[in-house]
């Protein structure tokens, strides 16, 4: 019989690498939406590519969305059309990786809070999980690079800009966190 250590040691072997998995896919879900423009006092939405039901599939922060603040890069109306494209040619291969990590992901769920630990099931599905992951990280990319080509010199300076602002930003979010846990703790 294994030593409750042993087991420990063992369960944190995947979760720790599945908790890193999904706490990237939440920062750069919050990166995405914090880079976006208020819509009205006190709201905020996903931009011109986040509504729901809009190109894409679930907007751009979802498996194939594009990752770049477009609300704030001052698109032109043809930019405005050829990223809507961009976002169609690409909206069933968005919608076929958000159904995998959503299914991966419940089956996770389920394997973890089954009545009989079964390791190895576990392992498993957190293996498919991060395969998953991948796939939905390589869409975005993929349609990132489409969209990254649509924009001129300037706009790509501002997006990059931009970007390390919101980057600047979450770290000292997650400072202030980790210094508030230290406090309490």
């Given at each position: 019989m294994k030593s409750m250590g042993s087991m420990k040691r063992k369960t944190l072997k995947w979760m720790v690498p599945a908790g890193v998995l999904v706490t990237l896919g939440l920062f750069a879900a919050a990166d995405l939406a914090w880079s976006q423009p208020p819509d009205g006092p006190g709201g905020r939405r996903g931009g011109m590519m986040g509504r729901r039901g809009?190109?894409?599939?679930?907007?751009?922060?979802?498996?194939?969305?594009?990752?770049?603040?477009?609300?704030r890069l001052h698109l032109t109306e043809a930019q405005h059309d050829q990223v809507r494209g961009v976002m169609e040619q690409n909206r069933e291969a968005t919608r076929a990786a958000g159904a995998r990590l959503r299914e991966v992901r419940n089956a996770l769920k389920d394997a973890v809070t089954a009545e009989v630990v079964n390791e190895g099931a576990i392992r498993a599905v957190a293996t498919d999980l991060a395969t998953a992951e991948g796939d939905?990280?390589?869409?975005?990319?993929?349609?990132?690079?489409?969209?990254?080509?649509?924009?001129?010199?300037?706009?790509?300076?501002?997006?990059?800009?931009?970007?390390?602002?919101?980057?600047?930003?979450?770290?000292?979010?997650?400072?202030?966190?980790?210094?508030?846990?230290?406090?309490?703790g």
């Amino acid at each position: 019989m294994k030593s409750m250590g042993s087991m420990k040691r063992k369960t944190l072997k995947w979760m720790v690498p599945a908790g890193v998995l999904v706490t990237l896919g939440l920062f750069a879900a919050a990166d995405l939406a914090w880079s976006q423009p208020p819509d009205g006092p006190g709201g905020r939405r996903g931009g011109m590519m986040g509504r729901r039901g809009g190109p894409g599939g679930g907007g751009p922060g979802g498996p194939g969305g594009v990752m770049l603040p477009l609300g704030r890069l001052h698109l032109t109306e043809a930019q405005h059309d050829q990223v809507r494209g961009v976002m169609e040619q690409n909206r069933e291969a968005t919608r076929a990786a958000g159904a995998r990590l959503r299914e991966v992901r419940n089956a996770l769920k389920d394997a973890v809070t089954a009545e009989v630990v079964n390791e190895g099931a576990i392992r498993a599905v957190a293996t498919d999980l991060a395969t998953a992951e991948g796939d939905a990280a390589v869409q975005r990319a993929f349609v990132r690079s489409q969209v990254w080509q649509l924009l001129t010199p300037d706009q790509q300076a501002n997006a990059l800009e931009l970007e390390a602002e919101m980057k600047e930003r979450m770290e000292q979010r997650r400072a202030r966190r980790g210094e508030r846990r230290r406090q309490r703790g």
